[in-house]
């Protein structure tokens, strides 16, 4: 069996694993023999709930936008606008979502996104709050989506986001429901 390489403006990446799949794109863990990466393919495929424009120009400001609201987010390094490819930093760690499913939340994490929150809010913008989007690196949150839009109250972690941060009835059939995959 051959490694997939996956390249970026000419530069090869070996694939380790795929990490998962969203809305615009798959992620991927991948190599350069030296240090780990996350390359992020763009996708075409259809989302029934979500409209997108130029998903890579979105990658693009998206980081651009929370860098500069202070977000704790990977490096963009580089961007392939002919393949729709990104490469960020990798940030090793466990997402909240396994954080929650093994029952290891610390208030901590909690403290940290409310400060994300004020940081946000504040620029009148949102994140996807979805606790696969949120890694813990050393006891530090990092929120490793680029995804941002503008504020809607509807959207906010108070009234979404903290649904999924905890066992409720809502993470509960997540788990249920994509058990296959988890």
């Known amino acids: 069996m051959s490694e997939q390489i ?18 615009s794109g798959y992620s991927y863990l991948v190599t350069d023999h030296k240090n780990q990466y996350v390359l992020k393919q763009i996708h075409h ?27 704790p987010i990977p490096k963009l390094l580089d961007i392939d606008n002919i393949q729709e490819r990104i490469l960020k930093e990798y940030i090793e760690g466990e997402t909240i979502f396994h954080l929650v499913l093994s029952e290891q939340m610390k208030p901590t994490y909690f403290e940290q996104v409310k400060t994300m929150c004020a940081l946000l809010y504040s620029a009148n913008t949102n994140i996807d709050y979805f606790p696969t989007n949120f890694v813990v690196q050393n006891d530090q949150l990092y929120y490793i989506d680029f995804e941002c839009n503008h504020y809607m109250e509807e959207w906010n972690f108070e009234n979404w986001g903290i649904k999924y941060w905890s066992k409720t009835p809502e993470f509960l059939d997540y788990v249920k429901q994509h058990q296959n995959s988890i």
Request: glycine share 12%; with cysteine.
């Open 6 to 23: 996956l390249d970026i403006n000419g530069k090869p990446y070996f694939v380790i694993k795929l990490l998962g799949k969203g809305k």
């Open 45 to 71: 495929e259809p989302c029934d709930y979500y409209q997108f424009g130029d998903k890579l120009e979105s990658e693009r400001n998206d980081y651009n936008r929370l860098k500069m609201i202070g977000i």
